[in-house]
């Protein structure tokens, strides 16, 4: 079992920037892969960004490269995202997820199916 806790969404104006972090807890972090998802009103859940169990991979939306980055730190059991020029159709909430037990180590799902374990998301708001 893996606990996820996000924190960090609010609003803000567009070409502004938010830090999401989520808190995991239940099982070895270092051992697994971390996304980053979103879903906005009346759309499905999507993909927003990965990374690696040890940090040196990472994957990105193509809606959100060069603006958004994951990072985490595994002595504290932390992912983060970081998310500048922020626009109004980021607008969601936003998840953070760890995938199913059986995921190799090395693997780092990009779809939603990975991922067994999500939290509760953060609002984001982005206004015009």
């Known amino acids: 079992q893996v606990q996820l806790v996000e924190s960090g969404g609010g609003l803000v104006q567009a070409g502004g920037s938010l830090r999401l972090s989520c808190a995991a807890s239940?099982?070895?972090?270092?051992?697994?892969?971390m996304g980053w998802f979103r879903q906005a009103p009346g759309k499905e859940r999507e993909f927003v960004a990965a990374i690696s169990s040890s940090g040196g991979s990472t994957h990105y939306a193509g809606s959100v490269k060069a603006r958004f980055t994951i990072s985490r730190d595994n002595a504290k059991n932390m992912v983060y995202l970081q998310m500048n020029s922020l626009k109004p159709e980021d607008t969601a909430v936003y998840y953070c997820?760890?995938?199913?037990?059986?995921?190799?180590?090395?693997?780092?799902?990009?779809?939603?199916?990975?991922?067994?374990?999500w939290g509760q998301g953060t609002q984001v708001t982005v206004s015009s």
């Open positions: 239940g099982r070895t972090f270092s051992n697994y892969g």
């Open positions: 997820a760890a995938p199913h037990t059986g995921v190799p180590v090395t693997t780092t799902p990009l779809s939603a199916a990975g991922y067994a374990y």
